[in-house]
Nanobody
Framework: VQLQASGGGLVQAGGSLRLSCAAS????????MGWYRQAPGKERELVAG???????NYGDSVKGRFTISRDNAKNTVYLQMNSLKSEDTAVYYC???????????????WGQGTQVTVSS
């Protein structure tokens, strides 16, 4: 099982970006999915999470600006980021609670990270 994140880049403050993260491999089911971020010198923090049924939760700093969604048929999670601020600059990581066919046991997988840089 692999998670492949994409969509990061450089954007001006006030702009928007959309991140994607697709889970691939021999998958029985993907449960919760989410996004975390880590800025230089800071701990990794929750950005947003979404359950398989679509319930969402957000970190306080992104509420009202970011929207998480998913396409269960594609095992893909998205993060729409609007009104970006310089403090949103970080490496963004996706994760997913996946049940692989080979084990039929839930395991948490992480993507490789994608850089988001917001210039002020």
């Amino acid at each position: 099982v692999q998670l492949q994140a994409s969509g990061g880049g450089l954007v001006q403050a006030g702009g928007s970006l959309r991140l994607s993260c697709a889970a691939s491999g021999s998958i029985f089911r993907v449960n919760a999915m989410g996004w975390y971020r880590q800025a230089p010198g800071k701990e990794r923090e929750l950005v947003a999470g979404i359950t398989s049924s679509g319930s969402t939760n957000y970190g306080d700093s992104v509420k009202g600006r970011f929207t998480i969604s998913r396409d269960n048929a594609k095992n893909t999670v998205y993060l729409q980021m609007n009104s970006l601020k310089s403090e949103d600059t970080a490496v963004y990581y996706c994760n997913a609670a996946v049940i692989p066919i080979v084990t039929m046991s839930t395991r948490l997988y992480w993507g490789q990270g994608t850089q988001v840089t917001v210039s002020s």
